[in-house]
């Protein structure tokens, strides 16, 4: 029997979307990878393609309630030149509703993903609307939250661009100076997918600085093979993915308030896994049914904002 059909007297096996899907997988692995790593980075979902089937299959869906927001605070943004990035940076200032410039607040600082900017670092509401969020009924204790530009390098530094320092060297001064998150410990830090390893990243670099770190879907790779075969500008070299490695330095964050969440469908969940079993006794993993989408991102940010606020307000005594 040739490859053109089946016998008439056997029945043909239907040609799922899954089939499909699985062939045309089969190609790009081919076609991108040109060997076993893209292979891997397709079967794993590093690559785009396996997010695709697993929409199909339903394995992203995720029941997200209709957010509901006091009337939010002010917020204000606009530009700085970051010596630490070599560039003109946007950035935005949010305030809780009944606050505004001159308020003294805890801060949090909310690094946007791959791709983003200061003006959409959260899934499906802005800063001031987080802020105004209200969770299972009950308003969140006011914060302040400051986003800014930190480009695609991973929030660490490249050659002339970094963007790590410019959040703690720059942007927390500059807000401290307006009366947010003034020492003792009064900062927490929150991502999502690239925003999310940088928060980890940026809380095991100066664990002295950040009260809490919230990381939603954080693009965390076990390997260097899989990161550089992943996204080429993450990381200059070997040497520099295992200085920047959040697995490998979870243990700085041991005297700091952790928590994770990942889809279980999500393509970075071997990587959440290896982090879960680095993070110290007590951190919070939420290992749930998702993807690296916005659905789940959606779910997970309003317990995240519970969470930072629990330890920035427990902290400050507000």
Known sequence: MDHRGAPETEAATPVTRRHVLAWILGTAATVVGAGALGTELVSRGVLPGQQVLFELEGACAVSVPPPVFSSPGPAESGRFYSRARGRSVGYTVAYPPGHGPGSVLPLVIALHGYG??????????????????????????PMAMVAADGGGGYWHGHSGDDPM??????????CQERGLGRAPRSIGVIGVSMGGYGALLMAEKHPQLFAAVAAISPAVWTTYAEAVGANAGAYASASDFAANDAVTHAVALKHTPVRVASGLSDPFHPGVIALMKALPPGSVV?????????????????????????????????
């Open 116 to 141: 983003a900017n200061h003006s959409d670092v959260l899934s499906g509401m802005s800063l001031p609307q987080a802020l105004a969020l209200q969770v299972a009924g009950t308003a969140l204790p």
């Open 165 to 174: 320092a410019m959040v703690v060297d720059e942007l927390i001064p500059m």
């Open 286 to 318: 939420d290992l749930s049914q998702g993807c690296h989408s916005g659905p789940f991102f959606r779910s997970q940010e309003p317990p995240s904002f519970v969470f930072l606020a629990d330890h920035l307000v427990g902290t400050t005594g507000r």
